[in-house]
C-alpha cells in the first residue's frame, strides 16, 4: 500500500511523493503518470509554483524542477 505523505496539485497535474527520494506527476484527467523524479536526499515538502515544482530536501536543500517535462531545472543548498 501507498502512502501517501506530500501532494500538490496544479493545471490538472498533481505531484505526488512516491517514496522518500521520489515524485511522480499524474494527468488528472486521463491517471496517466506524466514523469517521476528521483534524487538522493529525502524529500521534505513539495510545492508549485509558476509551473516549477519546488522539492524541499533535509532542510535546506531546494530542487526546482519543471512542472510539465520533470526535469531539473536547478537545485539550491540555502546556508
Known amino acids: 500500500m501507498l ?8 493545471g490538472g497535474i498533481a505531484v505526488l511523493e512516491c517514496g522518500r527520494r521520489c515524485i511522480s ?9 506524466i514523469w517521476e523524479f528521483k534524487t538522493e536526499w529525502d524529500i521534505e515538502s513539495i510545492s ?3 509551473n516549477r515544482v519546488m522539492l524541499k530536501c533535509n532542510g535546506r ?7 510539465k517535462t520533470g526535469r531539473k ?3 539550491l543548498i540555502i546556508l
Open 61 to 67: 536543500r531546494h530542487i526546482y524542477i519543471d512542472l
Open 73 to 75: 531545472i536547478r537545485e
Open 48 to 50: 508549485i509554483k509558476d
Open 3 to 10: 502512502e501517501l505523505r506530500s501532494l500538490s496539485i496544479r
Open 25 to 33: 506527476a499524474i494527468n488528472l484527467k486521463t491517471g496517466d503518470k
